[in-house]
């Protein structure tokens, strides 16, 4: 390809080869973080949550994103982004909030991609690879390469996919404001050994565990559920514990973003096409809302604290 050609190119291939309760169980005293290998983690900025937009969405999706919370995006590409023939409309989305990679595929979606949750920039792949396997995680999708880069995908014991990534010439993101939570939904049964693989992997660490929070925040008010809040260099980590007895839109978002004015964001969103599915609601001194924004994407909105 010749060079001035690349020089749009690239930056849009950037985010098309990124893809990719009740009964808590036992103490947080019995479920001691686990010692952590040297994280390949090279930042927050870049854990980009994997949007999957309807058909032919992409650009009402970017434009009320962007309308909502700032941010840039990349030209699209249209490319292939998985190790076996597919064809997808890309861009990658910069905002204070998070990062995001948006796809719209041309074509049907190979199976597993479109279950994984985030694509994480790794400083060596192969490493990060071998320490997914250590930390007791499966290798659902092994390495393949791409035009400026590698990529595999990794499940977490509980069904957590996450893509991990790595790029010839390394990209270069600014800091975010805040930094979003990955959300995870696990039952009772799962989450003691999703916790010790994810945390070795992460180099994470458990920094609250609420055994009784106030279930309001996920559609159920009156009920109370198990909230743990992890942080990690790969960014922020909520697990929800449940029984499953889940109302929609909850365990559909994927996503939590923190903004400095709720009711500010939610009225921006609303202006831009998104809609409101459940709050505000606010206990412990936390609001929160949840969100549908064109093309489908549900994401979490609460205020930081």
């Known amino acids: 390809m ?5 020089a749009w190119v690239l930056p849009a291939l950037l985010v098309a080869l990124s893809v990719v309760g009740s009964g808590a169980p036992s103490s947080a005293q019995n479920e001691r973080t ?3 290998a040297p994280t390949t983690a090279v930042g927050p900025q870049y854990d980009t949550t994997h949007v999957y937009v309807t058909p032919g969405d992409v650009d009402t999706f970017v ?7 700032g941010g840039t995006h990349t030209a699209k590409a249209v490319t292939t982004v998985t190790p076996t023939p597919s064809s997808t409309e890309s861009e990658l989305v910069l905002s204070p909030v998070g990062t995001l990679s948006v796809f719209d595929f041309r074509t049907p979606v190979p199976y597993p991609f479109g279950t994984e949750r985030t694509g994480w920039l790794v400083s060596d792949l192969d490493r990060g690879v071998r320490q997914a396997r250590t930390s007791g995680a499966h290798v659902v999708v092994a390495p393949f390469d791409d ?4 990529d595999a995908i990794v499940q977490f014991p509980g069904g957590v996919n996450a893509q991990l990534y790595w790029h010839t010439k390394a990209p270069s993101y600014a800091p975010l404001e805040t930094v979003p939570d990955n959300r995870v939904y696990l039952t009772p049964d799962a ?5 010790g693989s994810y945390l070795r992997f992460t180099g994470g660490r458990i920094v609250s565990d609420q055994r009784a929070a106030d279930a309001g925040d996920i559609g159920l008010p009156g009920r109370t559920y198990r909230r743990i809040a992890l942080r990690s260099p790969f960014g ?3 697990v929800s514990v449940t029984d499953g007895h889940l109302p929609y839109p909850f365990g559909r978002e994927t996503t939590g973003y923190a903004v400095h004015d709720l009711p500010a964001t939610l009225h921006k969103a609303e202006a831009a096409g998104a809609k409101v599915l459940w709050g505000p609601y606010t206990a412990e001194g936390r609001s929160t809302a949840t969100v549908r924004f064109p093309g489908g994407y549900v994401a979490e909105l609460h205020t930081t604290r």
């Open 63 to 69: 434009a009320s994103w962007e309308a909502t919370f």
């Open 34 to 36: 686990p010692a952590a």
């Open 236 to 238: 922020n980590t909520v």
């Open 147 to 150: 035009p400026i880069g590698r």
């Open 2 to 6: 010749k060079r001035k050609a690349m």
């Open 191 to 195: 989450v003691g050994e999703f916790l």
